[in-house]
Nanobody, 124 residues
Framework: QVQLVESGGGLVQAGGSLRLSCAAS????????LGWFRQAPGKEREFVAA????????AYADSVQGRFTISRDNTKNTVYLQMNSLKPEDTAVYYC?????????????????WGQGTQVTVSS
């Protein structure tokens, strides 16, 4: 099993940047693919980005492509989400998720492990 703890959320103005981190417990972090999802008030949780266990393969939702970057440091058991050019519509609780396979996926039901989330608020 793996436990996930997100951090780095906060309040930022539109056009600004934030970097989210997700720290994982356990010695097998490098065998997990990771994903970032988000949930805005009154909306369903949606896919943001995913990264393979080695970091060589990434995927993004169309809404964040070119603005967000997912990366990981397996020596620190941490996955990151660099968010640039933030928009008010990016406001949501952001969740980190893990699954013990090579590649990530955009389907949230395929991730058995989840963090508690971190709030990101973008003001206009």
């Amino acid at each position: 099993q793996v436990q996930l703890v997100e951090s780095g959320g906060g309040l930022v103005q539109a056009g600004g940047s934030l970097r989210l981190s997700c720290a994982a417990s356990g010695r097998t972090f490098s065998t997990y693919a990771l994903g970032w999802f988000r949930q805005a008030p009154g909306k369903e949780r949606e896919f943001v980005a995913a990264i393979s266990w080695g970091g060589g393969s990434t995927a993004y939702a169309d809404s964040v492509q070119g603005r967000f970057t997912i990366s990981r440091d397996n020596t620190k058991n941490t996955v990151y989400l660099q968010m640039n050019s933030l928009k008010p519509e990016d406001t949501a609780v952001y969740y980190c998720a893990a699954r013990r396979t090579y590649t990530g996926t955009s389907f949230l039901n395929e991730y058995p492990y989840w963090g508690q989330g971190t709030q990101v608020t973008v003001s206009s």
